[in-house]
């Protein structure tokens, strides 16, 4: 492995690749490091679109069948409950 050392930074800059190293998780040096592979070699491991639904798809047909309900299905019932609430029906009205 070769070193490589960046002398004359903006302090603005070196700012910014601390804030964007601690969002990561990750020192400094790491994110310089991730930085310059992704834009030099490509290798972003931020998925596609495709990847990401490909990912998706293959969670939902691990998951299919557990017998929980969908997503919409408990935000309408949550709505619907609300509504009762603040309109006063369901109570014996």
């Given at each position: 492995?070769?070193?490589?050392?960046?002398?004359?930074?903006?302090?603005?800059?070196?700012?910014?690749?601390?804030?964007r190293?601690?969002?990561?998780?990750?020192?400094?040096?790491?994110?310089?490091?991730?930085?310059?592979?992704t834009?030099?070699?490509?290798?972003?491991?931020?998925?596609?679109?495709?990847?990401?639904?490909?990912?998706?798809?293959?969670?939902?047909?691990?998951?299919?069948?557990?017998?929980?309900?969908a997503?919409?299905?408990?935000?309408?019932?949550?709505?619907?409950?609300?509504?009762?609430?603040?309109?006063?029906?369901?109570?014996g009205?």
């Amino acid at each position: 492995m070769a070193t490589l050392t960046v002398r004359n930074l903006d302090e603005d800059v070196v700012r910014r690749l601390r804030i964007r190293a601690a969002e990561h998780g990750r020192s400094a040096e790491a994110e310089h490091r991730d930085i310059l592979q992704t834009v030099l070699i490509g290798h972003d491991k931020t998925p596609t679109r495709q990847q990401a639904a490909g990912r998706l798809a293959e969670f939902r047909r691990r998951t299919a069948g557990r017998g929980y309900p969908a997503a919409a299905e408990l935000l309408e019932q949550s709505r619907g409950e609300r509504m009762e609430t603040l309109t006063g029906k369901g109570e014996g009205a």
